[in-house]
């Protein structure tokens, strides 16, 4: 019954608790780097589809919903185990700090475009 991995199931595979990471400046450059892939995809996307399709506002409505998704697992899936394990103040720090992190890379994004434009 327990045939999907990595995933722990029943002690076989590798739980989502190994997978994440408790380093907030980690988070917080997978968060910046997936939101880089989804300015690739949405630079390029401009030549999928015909003009006026009805399949262009679904596909980027679809991948507003999968980027909130992921980053809500990115952000606040370990803290909330955390959290829920009783390590409350280190959950609340985690989110913090790749909160704080995340906030650092954004200010240096647009510092860029000040300084690239």
């Known amino acids: 019954m327990c045939e999907v991995a ?19 400046y980690i988070n917080a450059s ?25 399949l262009v506002p679904m596909a980027v409505l679809s991948l507003f919903v999968l980027s909130a998704c992921v980053m809500g697992f990115i952000f606040f899936f370990e803290p909330v ?18 909160i704080g992190t995340f906030a650092v890379i954004t200010a240096l994004f647009f510092a860029t475009l000040l300084f690239v434009a």
Request: aromatic letters at 8%; hydrophobic letters at 40%.
């Open 30 to 54: 997978l968060a910046a780097a997936y939101i880089a892939l989804v300015a690739t995809v949405m630079t390029v996307g401009e030549k999928f589809g015909p003009d006026g399709s009805i």
């Open 81 to 98: 185990q955390m959290y829920l394990d009783g390590a409350k103040k280190e959950a609340i720090s985690l989110a913090y700090k790749t």
């Open 6 to 24: 990595p995933v722990s199931c029943q002690g076989k595979g590798v739980s989502y608790s190994e997978r994440m990471t408790k380093n907030p």
